[in-house]
């Protein structure tokens, strides 16, 4: 059972968001938004966030609280069966081979933070922006050196506690991220040509509705929110049974929603000012946003600005990881709290320095792809999915509607859970998980 209790509400509230944010909403919410669309993938989002993000996340927060400790055991504890606990197994290996490549794309921003500061990411020629990318990524050594730093500020971080550092950090990094996007989406708004960008993120085109748009949102909801990586699930071990779950929830998935929001508003109308292409998928920080810096005249500061909110959204979801996971594999093993963590590290190191070599000259391949599309593909496509699939499965018919409904309640004196919550849980949320994880394995 783990003794960490969060100091208050609104630190769990802060931490749980910025984990939440993370990567996930800075880098990958654009980018998918701009392969969906814009303003229809965005309308999707919006409206599942409604009818799916807040229920599955309040379910997996509140199996933590019930459990009353972390991920590895608390399963088996709330089905009265060890076997329960490979739900949490699923959750946390995922969680480390998800931390293993997210290591890496942070080495990489670090990286390109630099360059910005230095001023090399100006004096590069723009058509050799493109290649510059694959120059960074297959400098390994360099890579692998930006690692173990950003691995050793985490170690510092996390050994400091619940309330002196995670807490801590993560509530300092919030408020400068809010400051840096709020900062940034300003900046975005005075340039020449804002308004196409406004246009294409803001008013929808119906005709682009369609099934792929649909699945595409709901993938990003799911990695957004952070269900099935043992986390959120740890984090809700923390909280008191006094406080009221639901609207701690959507108070998270509200600020995650907002920085994914505002991150379009700050990307968009700067790809639009330079006739870039808003769908250019995962290089959209890496090439086309390293295209308009290079273009600007002091573009290196606005450069180290943008890279320096990607580190911080990407930093705050690190030590958040770090600290479920330490906690959980402490209390599984009965670890002192430096061998636990250190257990954690090594294995994200690990995974991390066999994604850097997909980037080599002649890399490992299984099955023709690189070890980081196999890891990207096996958790995105597979493990993520079946994770929540089996969680949302657990809590309707392993707990039970009517035990979960009296624990929500819990911490409040005026809420009441409407019938829908019970259709969400037993139908909506396993049939969406399933066409997930089904599209996904279809499309591959």
Known sequence: MSNNRWSSKFSFIITTS??????????R???VAGEGGGAAFLLVYFVLILLIGIPILTIEIALGRMSKTTILLGFG????????????WLGAISCILIMGFYIMIMAWIGIYLWECLSGEISKLPVASIPGHFDKVASNLSTVIIVIFSIMLAAFFVVRQGLKSGLERYSKGMMFGLVILIL??????????????GYRWLLSPDFSKINFQVIMSAMGQLFFSVGVGMAVT???GSYTSTKDN???STIWIVL????????????????????NLSPDSGPNLIFVTMATVFNKLEYGWIIGAVFFLLLFLAGFSSLISAIQGLKDSFKDRYKLS?????LSVIGSIVVISIASVFSYSDNPFLIFDKTVFEVLDYVTSTIMLPLGGLLTVLFAGHIVGYKKLRIHLLEGTKTMKLQGFWKIVLIWILPLSLITILLNGLLNT
């Not at 709290?337 to 963590?341: D, I, V, Y």
Request: hydrophobic share 60%; glycine share 10%; net charge negative.
């Open 18 to 27: 910025a984990f939440a944010i993370g990567l996930g909403n800075v880098w």
């Open 29 to 31: 919410f654009p980018y």
């Open 77 to 88: 504890k709330l089905g009265k069966k060890p076997f329960w606990n490979s739900i949490g």
């Open 183 to 196: 900062g940034l989406s300003i900046w975005a708004a005075t340039l020449d040509g804002a308004v196409e």
């Open 233 to 235: 699930f740890v984090f």
């Open 245 to 247: 779950l639901v609207s």
């Open 255 to 274: 600020a995650d929603t907002f920085f994914a929001f505002i991150s379009g508003l700050m990307l968009f109308p700067a790809i639009f000012s330079f």
């Open 337 to 341: 709290e430096n061998m636990a963590l």
